[in-house]
């Protein structure tokens, strides 16, 4: 499986030749050449597919051969924008798309995340969403969505520049980030995993700094004073970093370890609700941890309270 590092190599040098592993991972995606003739049993079912390409599959997305990531949800394919003009003779395609499917078990997760981005995805600062329920290959995906392809993630960025190439591109990275986490507030939600590997760039700029950075991963989303469930494993184990403030009744939830939840009778013991502090604190020891500084704005924000990563031993970010 390529990353997304490798893709991003890949369109550094744009003569490399992409499509060479074939596309063993695109089982959705049927060739529509192919003869169903001696198909008695299916032939019922061959009318309802064509159908159903004509009304809702002309035109759409074609993949390319690249696997760009793998989730728990299911997949991300790179993908082109097919563009027919009758006139042009030639078929025109756009690069530089990307769509999530999910896997069977994923369903739940791509919807969600849908549901998020069809309030937050016109936002400057987040991943937009393209189209829903696409047509790759002349098949109608439901459930899936296509956004832009990026080159990478804050993650691998950070470790791949010296921290002063770092530190040269730390305001005009914040400031993108800020503008995202900002408009996701004003809409109502928080992003709720705000971590550098959740945070996505287009290109690196001619001064060497991501450019185009968008958050991305709303599978945590939450709406702002919606009740979250501190012992729950999916809203508060993955998200690795939260406000101890926000946890009322509790000294220090994070010492806290899943054999108490069981221990004690299961999640609802103590209820917070979804505040813009839980993307502050990530998003300070984010900035912490890849530009080693303190951001007194967000500091400022916060007030008083420890803000740090789960699990015994935390260090507490601001005392
Ligand atoms: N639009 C995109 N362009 C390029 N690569 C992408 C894109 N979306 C996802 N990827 C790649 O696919 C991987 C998984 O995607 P995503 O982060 O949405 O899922 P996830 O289940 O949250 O994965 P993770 O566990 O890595 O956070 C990412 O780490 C990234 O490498």
Redesign the pocket.
């Known amino acids: 499986v390529r ?2 590092g490798q ?1 991003e190599n890949q369109h550094d040098d744009q003569d490399v030749e992409t499509g060479d592993t074939g596309s063993p991972h695109t089982p959705r995606v049927k060739d529509s050449g192919l003869s169903f003739e001696g198909l008695d049993v299916a032939s019922g079912l061959l009318e309802e597919n064509m159908e159903e390409k004509e009304e809702d599959c002309t035109g759409g997305y074609e993949t390319t051969g690249n696997v ?6 299911g997949t ?1 394919y790179e993908v082109e924008k097919k563009i027919e003009k009758k006139w042009y003779k030639r078929r025109q395609r756009q690069q530089g798309f ?1 769509v ?1 499917v999910p896997e069977s078990d994923g369903i739940k997760d791509l919807q969600k995340e849908i549901a998020v981005l069809d309030e937050v995805g016109t936002c400057d600062g987040v ?1 937009p969403m393209v189209e829903k329920s696409p047509c790759v290959d002349d098949e109608k995906l439901p459930n899936s969505f296509v ?4 080159a990478g ?1 804050l993650y691998k960025w950070a470790r791949r520049f010296k921290p002063r190439a770092r530190a040269r591109c730390y305001r005009k990275v914040y400031n993108q980030v800020v503008a995202g986490l900002q408009c996701m507030w004003d809409r109502g939600w928080i992003h709720n995993d705000v971590k550098a ?2 945070i ?1 760039y287009e290109r690196i700029g001619q001064d060497g700094c991501p450019e185009g950075v968008v958050l ?2 709303f ?1 945590l989303s939450r709406q702002i004073g919606h009740s979250i469930r501190p012992f729950d494993e999916e809203d508060y184990m993955s998200a690795y970093y939260v406000v101890e403030s926000l946890f009322y009744g509790m000294e220090d939830p994070l010492k806290i370890r899943k054999s108490f939840e069981k221990k004690n009778g299961g999640g609802s013991v103590v209820r917070a609700a979804a505040d813009k502090k839980i993307d502050l604190c990530s998003f300070a020891y984010m900035i912490d941890s890849i530009w080693g500084k303190a951001e007194r704005t967000l500091q400022k924000i916060l007030g008083p309270g420890p803000c740090g990563p789960m699990g015994s031993g935390r260090r507490k970010l601001y005392p």
């Open positions: 990353s997304m893709a760009l990531g793998e989730g728990t949800y991300v990307a999530k991943m956004t832009k392809r990026y993630d590997g959740n996505f991305a991963d599978g």
